[in-house]
């Protein structure tokens, strides 16, 4: 009988078989001592040979951390993090500045490959660059001469914290400010790495421009940095990949993401992320605590998020517009999953500042077996927006009768000609129509997998061709299992 | 002369719902190149009978067995039944939002096409298939495009039904109550399609209330189903005895058989 087959199926993928990302890369690491000090942030700074304002920024960063509590707002429920118990730097030796992908440790360059992201020179994924990051630091970035004709800087954060100075100490924390919240704070005092990516006036990017962040190490917090600024009249692309081992013991990630569009500049963002997400007891798997936020601080600009969150334990994260510029556009697309034990409070925050400044949300909440998920999402339009408009659609998915599916919206307006609209659904596969596509003759697997899709379809389409269909296998993968 | 294994055979067979005895010893064969309706009131057990046959959850057989092809037919997962030729048209066809009709008939048919050894269609090959069969069925191309069955009207969506059947080319075909809540020209139409896939290696069973819709769809065989069990067996004329006479005859009188 079938019935074997796919049983089999469904208890490896409930065990977490499924997550083919799970594997340790043996390499020879350099730690900074476990726990966090200044002499640490200190460490940190000197390992990088960063000028000293930013180890400054760094300190004043550590000290107000140490004045501030952990957020427990979130509809998320976790056991107290044990700040002192982690590696807060972890990089493969050699740690020096690499000229070239040569000089990569080779077990690094078939770690990525294994990730489906070829490095080697050969090999580099056509029409993307890629800027991998492993660990804390970044170890290769493709295609940056090609990009170099263009004026495109497209580097590791610490490399332009050597070569851009200028650029970064002008935007560095200019739209996620060092106070602005635990988790982005304890990234400003400790960050490793990351991407920086500046689009000069008037040139529209030829390739997406793609970063790949791998956890490795055990024991560690991964804190980057992304700081991407589109100069008056540009476009840039940007897609983040995120995976990470699979082990017992809990892993944060608390990222920090600036962007920053000027006039009629354009940025679009799109994250698959794919973190550990724990095993089917809800047994380790990574913190996801991000702080993403673009300034559309020119007239025209616009900036839109696309996010696919199927993994982390939790995911607690809130990619944000702050519509300065008249005009100007901002957009969030999300599909997020959340099945076994994990949990998500994700959303996005739209200020509306400038006149006429338009905002679209669209949500999609997937919610499998004891997951939980909430879309929280605060739209504000402030007294000088004149003419704002937001359009906001949160739709729940439910797979099962043990999960949840929440929606939080703040709406605040303080302008009498602003027009916000907020519609909600929630919806749930049924038993009736598993069995009309069953007695088509498709599998209760390929089943739920057209149905989640035709659910995130509005989201998928945002997302760049080439990784629209690795969206798409990604949920298949993070639902597998969820029928019984 | 050897004899042909049928294509379907029911035998002794009782279900229960919930507990409660719903078939009570169905014995029924259909061979390959049949058409049967299968008649009777409200509550005798005709859509019972089309959702044990599909393999649907909820329903316990305590007795007797059912042969599709020659194979145990209830030991097969409900897709398995699909992929190996038995298709239901169902009463209600569920609403998939999201989903287009292409994707979804495209996916199906490729299923069923794989395990039939066949090559799997593309888009282009899919979309000449199904342009054929749907000038036959007199159906707008749009409807395939959008979402399966969402806001179809119940016309479109047993039109549908019936294009699906004639896209899946399935060896049996079971129809529970494809005609209800249909007006005479779609009636025709479905009918039609009906009429279209008869042929010497399919069966066809339609579940009906009325005989309205034999008139356009010739049975060879009719079976008036009441409390459970087949009460009576015969050709073309039981269906128009029963149109003047009623279930009363079979001690259910609930609705009469005209419509």
Known sequence: MAV????????ESATGGDYKYGFVTDIDMDFAPRGLNEDIVRFISAKKDEPDWLLEWRLKSYRRWLTMTEPRWARVRYATIDYQDSYYYAAPKPKELLNSLDE???????????????????KVLAGVAVDAVFDSVSVATTYKEKLAEEGIIFCSFSEAVQTQPELVRKYLGSVVPYSDNFYATLNSAVFSDGSFVYIPKGVRCPMELSTYFRINAENTGQFERTLIIADAGSYVSYLEGCTAPMRDENQLHAAVVELVALDDAQIKYSTVQNWYPGDKDGKGGIFNFVTKRGACRGVNSKISWTQIETGSAITWKYPSCIL??????????????????????TGTKMIHIGKNTRSTIITKGISAGKG????RGQVKILPGATGARNYTQCDALLIGDECGGHTIPYIEVRNPTAHVEHEATTSKISDDQLFYCMQRGLSAEDAISMIVNGFCKQVLMELPMEFAVEAQKLLDISLEGSVG | MAKKTPLLEVTDLHV???????????DLTVKAGEVHAVMGPNGSGKSTLAHVLAGREGYEVTKGGVRFQGNDLLAMAPEERAREG???????????????????????????????RLPELDAMDFLTLAREKMRLLEID????????????????????EVFQMAMLEPRLAVLDETDSGLDIDALKIVANGVNSMRSPDRAIILITHYQRLLDYVVPDKVHVLAHGRIAKSGGRKLALELEKKGYGAFGQSDASVAA
């Open chain 2, 86 to 116: 038995l298709f239901l048209a169902f009463q209600y066809p569920v609403e998939i939002p999201g989903v287009s009709g292409m994707n979804f008939l495209k996916s199906a048919l490729n299923e069923v096409r794989k395990h039939r």
């Open chain 2, 16 to 26: 229960k719902v919930e507990g409660k005895n719903i078939l009570r010893g169905i």
């Open chain 1, 104 to 122: 990569v440790d080779p077990e690094l360059l078939r770690t990525y490959e294994k990730l489906g992201i070829p490095l080697g020179e050969q």
């Open chain 1, 372 to 375: 939980q998920n909430t879309y």
């Open chain 2, 141 to 160: 191309e749009k409807l395939i495009q959008r979402a399966v069955n969402v806001g179809f009207s119940g016309g479109e969506k047993k039109r549908n």
């Open chain 1, 4 to 11: 074997s087959s796919d049983t089999v199926k469904t208890i």
């Open chain 1, 324 to 345: 300065q510029g008249d005009n100007s556009v901002g957009e969030f697309y999300s599909v997020a999953v959340t099945n076994n034990h994990q949990q998500a409070d």
